[in-house]
């Protein structure tokens, strides 16, 4: 069972790192080039973070539906 779980957790902490990684690309650019170079690295930090919670939400469902 922990084999099954393992991906999904694998993933949600990509999305994660996706999500913290751009975002200080974002904010970096932003500082160096300004907010016009550096909004679509917000929009993927959203999309990335978008992608963490429903994973962890997935994640959470399937573990309670195996525990009942």
Same mark, same amino acid.
């Given at each position: 069972?922990?084999?099954?779980?393992?991906?999904?957790?694998? @993933?949600?902490? %990509?999305? =994660?790192?996706?999500? #913290? /990684?751009?975002?200080?690309?974002?904010?970096?650019?932003?500082?160096?080039?300004?907010?016009?170079?550096?909004?679509?690295?917000?929009? @993927?930090?959203? %999309?990335? =973070?978008?992608?963490? #919670? /429903?994973?962890?939400?997935?994640?959470?469902?399937?573990?309670?539906?195996?525990?009942?």
């Amino acid at each position: 069972m922990q084999n099954k779980k393992s991906p999904s957790r694998a @993933f949600e902490i %990509l999305w =994660l790192v996706i999500a #913290l /990684m751009t975002l200080f690309t974002g904010v970096h650019k932003s500082v160096f080039h300004g907010i016009g170079a550096s909004w679509y690295f917000f929009g @993927f930090t959203f %999309l990335a =973070l978008a992608m963490y #919670l /429903m994973r962890k939400s997935l994640r959470k469902k399937s573990e309670k539906e195996n525990s009942e």
